[in-house]
């Protein structure tokens, strides 16, 4: 079994710097929910690893949260993927928790609940924070220039530590090269 982890704001869906707190402000990019299915169809399994402070701020609800997540797996269902599982931290920068990424507590669990090995495995995100917890990991670190993307394409263009990061436009462009060159 192939595997590949998204972020999800900004990757999967549009971000906003106050926080995607609904159903009604969660809007998928466009291509990225037919890019899930495609990566189904082509024998990934696909887990989402995403930060989710807005909770610990008070900002949304754990089952605002939950429906958010639901509206994704629906959405994905329907275009004919699935979704293996979505990890979240809840946490502020400042907890010190080990799941909030750059750490790799999220990518921990998932690598233990699905008894895989995260070495090689595609991890596509939009910030260096992203990049930082997959290359923390093993994984290969994919950007977009989606969400916060063209910012940290900026960022990690010189920095010799990103050397081997591949940058796509989108989910949708990195899924189809991706297909192509299976």
Known sequence: MKWIILDRDGVINFDSDQYIK??????PIPGSIEAIADLCSAGYSVAIATNQSGISRGLFSLDDLEDIHSELNTLVEEAGGHVAGIFYCPH?????CTCRKPKTGLLEEIAKQFEIDLK????VGDSEKD???????????????????EKTRQ???????????SVYDDLSAYVKSLIENI
């Not at 090689?120 to 991890?123: A, D, H, N, S």
């Not at 960022?155 to 990061?165: M, S, T």
């Open 22 to 27: 609904s159903v009604a402000e969660w809007k």
């Open 92 to 96: 502020l920068p400042d907890d010190e």
């Open 155 to 165: 960022i990690i263009n010189n920095n010799a530590a990103y050397r081997d990061v």
């Open 131 to 149: 990049l930082q917890a997959g290359q923390n990991k093993g994984c290969l670190p994919i950007l977009v220039c989606t969400g916060k993307g």
């Open 120 to 123: 090689g495995v595609p991890f």
